[in-house]
C-alpha cells in the first residue's frame, strides 16, 4: 500500500517535495517510490480518489500556492494567508479548506467536478488571543474539519483556545463568517487537532500546550467539553503534542507527543479515553502519523531524525509493534494513505 509523505524542504533537490513510499502487506518494509512534486514546504498533504493536495508552508509575502496533482492535470492557485499547515476536503470533494497557522484565517476554495481547485470563495478569521504569552497572542489556525452530518466547517484555533463551528450553504457556495457555535477551551491549553467518531456525537482534541486529551460531547445540539485527560500520565511535558488519530473500528485512540518521542494509545470503545500504553516513536519529534485504512499499520513520520517508521497494530488490543523497518526523507511532518 502506498503513503503520501509531506516535508519541510527547498523542494530543489530530487529526493525532496511530496513523497510516494510504498509499504510492503507482509512485511512492514518502507520503500521510496517517487518524488510526486518538487516545491518548497509541502508540508500538509490531503488525499482525494481525484487528486492530491499540499500547500506551501511559507510566508504570505511569498506568497504561498495550494498544488492539486492527478494524472490529468496539476494545477497551482494562489492562497491569502501565511504559513497554511493543515488542508480538509469535504466527502462531496466540493471544497477545500487550507487553514494558515500565521495569520490565524481559513481560506475555503472550490473544486471543480474533476477536483482542480477553482477558486477562492471564503476566508474565515475571528481575531482572538490566550494567556500563553509566548505562542497565544494572536490566533492560529491549525485545523480545520468538515463535517459528515451537516453542512459545517470546525476550525481549531491553537491562539485563540477556541473551536469555532461554521455553518455553509452547500448549493450556494457561500460560508458564513459568523460561527454557529464557538467551544471555548481551558486557556493555555492550545487545541492542535480534533477527530469526530462516526455518528459525529463524540469529538477528541488533542491540546499541543498543555498535553492533554479533551472529549466533546454533542448534547442537543451544543458541543460540550466532558472530558480532559494527561496524554502521559506521569510525564515531564513539553508543549509540543501533535498528531490525532481514530482507530478504523473507532476503538482505539493514537496521539503523538513530540517532546518525549512517544505515541500514546487510549481506549474510546463506548466510554470516556483510557490511556493504555505509550510506545518509542523510534525517532525524534514524530509530527505526524497516520493509521492505515485496513487498521493493520502505523506509519510515523519523525520529523528531526529525518525518518519514516512503521508498525504493526493488533487490531483486538490497539498496540503497536515497532516492525523495524525505517526509511530516510527530508524533515517529514505528514503521512496520509494514498487512496
Known amino acids: ?52 493536495y499540499t500547500a506551501n508552508e511559507v510566508g504570505e509575502d511569498v506568497p504561498p500556492k495550494l498544488h492539486s496533482l492527478s494524472d490529468s492535470f496539476q494545477r497551482t492557485l494562489d492562497l491569502k494567508g501565511d504559513s497554511p499547515c493543515h488542508l480538509a476536503i469535504d466527502k462531496h470533494q466540493q471544497f477545500i479548506a487550507v487553514s494558515h497557522y500565521g495569520s490565524g484565517n481559513v481560506n475555503v476554495c472550490s473544486l471543480d467536478s474533476s477536483g482542480q481547485p477553482h477558486e477562492l470563495i471564503a476566508d474565515l478569521f475571528i481575531d482572538g488571543s490566550s494567556v500563553n504569552r509566548d505562542r497565544q497572542t494572536s490566533p492560529h489556525a491549525h485545523q480545520a474539519v468538515f463535517l459528515s452530518t451537516r453542512d459545517q466547517l470546525a476550525v481549531v484555533d491553537l491562539g485563540s483556545d477556541v473551536i469555532h463551528f461554521y455553518q455553509y450553504d452547500r448549493a450556494a ?139 504493526k497494530r493488533d487490531l483486538e488490543t490497539g498496540s503497536l509493534r515497532f516492525t523495524g523497518h525505517s526509511i530516510e526523507a527530508v524533515t517529514p511532518v505528514c503521512v496520509t494513505q494514498s487512496v
Open 173 to 311: 457556495l457561500s460560508f458564513e463568517k459568523t460561527p454557529v457555535q464557538t467551544v471555548s477551551i481551558p486557556a493555555g491549553n492550545g487545541p492542535r487537532h480534533m477527530v469526530f467518531n462516526g455518528l459525529e456525537q463524540t469529538a477528541y482534541v488533542v491540546c499541543e500546550l498543555s498535553e492533554t486529551l479533551i472529549t466533546l460531547k454533542d448534547i442537543d445540539d451544543e458541543w460540550l467539553v466532558v472530558d480532559e485527560i494527561d496524554l502521559l500520565p506521569n510525564h515531564e511535558k513539553g508543549e509540543a503534542a501533535s498528531a490525532i488519530k481514530l482507530s478504523p473500528d473507532e476503538q482505539f485512540l493514537y496521539v503523538s507527543c513530540r517532546h518525549q518521542n512517544l505515541i500514546s494509545i487510549f481506549s474510546v470503545d463506548g466510554a470516556l479515553p483510557k490511556h493504555i500504553e505509550s510506545v518509542s516513536s523510534e525517532g525524534e519529534f514524530p509530527r505526524d502519523f497516520t493509521i492505515s485504512d485496513d487498521g493493520k499499520w502505523c506509519v510515523v513520520a519523525n520529523q528531526q531524525s529525518n525518518s519514516i517508521v512503521s508498525y
Open 1 to 52: 500500500m502506498d503513503f503520501i509523505i509531506g516535508c519541510y524542504s527547498d523542494g530543489l533537490k530530487s529526493d525532496e517535495g511530496v513523497l510516494c513510499v510504498e509499504l510492503n502487506g507482509h512485511t512492514g518494509k518502507l520503500a521510496q517510490m517517487h518524488v510526486m512534486l518538487q516545491t518548497q514546504n509541502p508540508s500538509y498533504v490531503a488525499v482525494t480518489s481525484q487528486a492530491t
